[in-house]
């Protein structure tokens, strides 16, 4: 009685993976990545231009890349360190 239990319980989570499993359509990811890109790449080219942003390098021994910022509430200045 438990080995039928156990075949009928190995089976049902058998056929629920395998139709789980479905293929990745590679062109509609390709279309999918290539508007980010272009989306992507177009807006980080406006950022640039646009007023107040700016560029940032993170060093090399840091990981390297660099990222922009901008400072919509400027901190209080006169304050001493958090450490």
């Keep these: 009685m438990k080995r039928n239990k156990l075949i009928i319980l190995a089976a049902s989570l058998f056929l629920v993976l395998i139709s789980a499993c479905n293929s990745l359509d590679d062109s509609n990811n390709t279309v999918d990545y290539t508007k980010w890109k272009a989306d992507n790449d177009a807006y980080f080219v406006n950022m640039k231009d646009s007023v107040g942003y700016v560029l940032y390098n993170v060093p090399v021994e840091q990981g ?4 922009y910022y901008k400072i919509t509430t400027p901190g209080i200045q006169t304050g001493g360190s958090p450490a």
């Design 64 to 67: 390297g890349g660099s990222f």
